[in-house]
């Protein structure tokens, strides 16, 4: 199975700060990569597909990097709404795994 | 546009079996795999399987494998998820989700949308 590892697990942050989370996966899985946003008592929400594209309404904020086995999705300016957990996802093999998230709280 | 409505919270005694809807609406014929998602109580996500809508194959985690059954019921656009001999741990939100691809077949898919989840509780 690929192993997928999130950094940090939590962060305490404040609203306007750049925040930066790493996924790093155990193999290559080229651009076969999601991002979700997860709030609580809420199903997981699609950020990103393919590594690098955004949803549709996804905002601009949100910008990723990486391909093979690094990974980072960066929101340039926290606003309240983005206070959430954060989960990345190989689609590349079955199993699929997910990364074990990224909380981040408001500081 | 997809939509995945599931069905309501369950308890369950250890040892037995339950069974979770998926109600699909939307669909078109490109967008017909349903994959399943466990979540446990302050953990992240584990993925439990995949079935293909048109013909009924299924992928498994190893994880689950012989303890999880996932049909679909063409005739009502509901796909089920079968979980038996349950235990304690089983205790998770589990999701439907639909597999999108850029590339027609069963690989390569991420997840969207998501099922709104059901609670399963595994309680003496």
């Known amino acids: 199975d690929i192993q997928m590892t999130q950094s940090p697990s939590a962060l305490s942050t404040s609203v306007g700060d750049r925040v930066t989370i790493t996924c790093r996966a155990s193999q290559s899985i080229s651009n076969w990569l999601a991002w979700y946003q997860q709030k609580p008592g809420k199903a997981p929400n699609l950020l990103i597909y393919q590594s690098s594209s955004l949803e549709s309404g996804v905002p601009s904020r949100f910008s990723v990097s990486g391909s093979g086995t690094e990974f980072t999705l960066t929101i340039s300016s926290l606003l309240p709404d983005d206070f959430a957990t954060y989960y990345c996802?190989?689609?590349?093999?079955?199993?699929?795994?997910f990364g074990q998230g990224t909380k981040l709280e408001i500081k | 546009e997809v939509q995945l409505v599931q069905s309501g919270a369950e308890v369950q005694r250890p040892g037995s079996t339950v069974k979770i809807s998926c109600k699909v609406s939307?669909?078109?014929?490109?967008?017909?795999?349903i994959h399943w998602v466990q979540q446990a109580p302050g953990k992240g996500l584990a993925w439990m399987g995949v079935i293909d809508y048109e013909d009924d194959e299924t992928i498994y985690a190893e994880k689950f494998q012989g303890r999880v059954t996932i049909t679909a019921d063409k005739s009502t656009d509901t796909v089920y998820m079968e979980l038996n001999s349950l235990r304690s741990e089983d205790t998770a939100v589990y999701y439907c989700?639909?597999?999108?691809?850029?590339?027609?077949?069963?690989?390569?898919?991420?997840?969207?949308?998501w099922g709104q989840g059901t609670q399963v509780t595994v309680s003496s």
């Open positions: 989700a639909a597999g999108r691809s850029i590339i027609p077949g069963r690989s390569f898919q991420w997840f969207d949308p």
């Open positions: 939307g669909f078109s014929f490109t967008d017909h795999y």
């Open positions: 996802q190989q689609y590349k093999s079955y199993p699929y795994t």
